[in-house]
């Protein structure tokens, strides 16, 4: 089944953390590539008193069930060095599972679709460059993504691709 993932970094070199995520993302056999956004330069959201996050999107398909697709996400979180801080605050990197096929999950531990990514700018700008024509919650990201409009994000760099084995 197909499913999205939002990145973010604001600390040490943004672009190459949320590329590295990309990469640990798809090298494996847990997920296969699909399509990822460029990188987006975006404002903080919640915690304003911080740094400019680097944002993107990816599709992958997964025959991950939730449980093991949110493990997944944390152990790349892990293993790039990510540690805990407050909520919303600076982060090395942010791997968040946008959607998971059609799941509808509500649990103390994950909530599918993501439940802020309708609020957040940074999530529908990137997500509406892959996958303008999904619907979730019976909502469509391209008319989401137009109301929110970009705010002033800056593309930093082309959409990541996965080396090419070899």
């Known amino acids: 089944m197909e499913i999205g993932f939002g990145l973010g970094s604001n600390v040490g070199d943004k672009v190459a953390n949320v590329e590295r995520a990309l990469e ?3 090298r ?8 990822a956004s460029s990188i987006w330069r975006t404002a903080p ?6 740094d400019w996050f680097a944002n993107a999107c990816a599709v992958g398909r997964t025959a991950l069930s939730p449980d093991e697709a949110l493990a997944f996400t944390q152990s790349v979180e892990a293993d790039l060095g990510r540690e805990a801080t407050f909520r919303w605050g600076p982060r090395l990197i942010d791997v968040d599972i946008l959607y998971l096929g059609e799941a509808q999950i509500r649990s103390d531990r994950l909530i599918i679709p993501h439940k802020e ?3 957040r700018a940074f999530v529908l700008t990137p997500l509406a460059e892959i996958r303008p024509d999904l619907t979730l919650d019976g909502r469509s990201i391209r008319d989401a993504a137009a109301v929110g409009g970009d ?3 800056t593309r930093l760099a082309q959409p990541w691709r996965p080396t090419p084995a070899g």
């Open 151 to 153: 705010q002033g994000f």
């Open 45 to 50: 959201w919640g915690y304003l008193d911080q």
């Open 24 to 26: 640990r993302l798809f």
């Open 28 to 35: 494996g056999p847990e997920v296969d590539f699909v399509v």
């Open 117 to 119: 990514m309708f609020n």
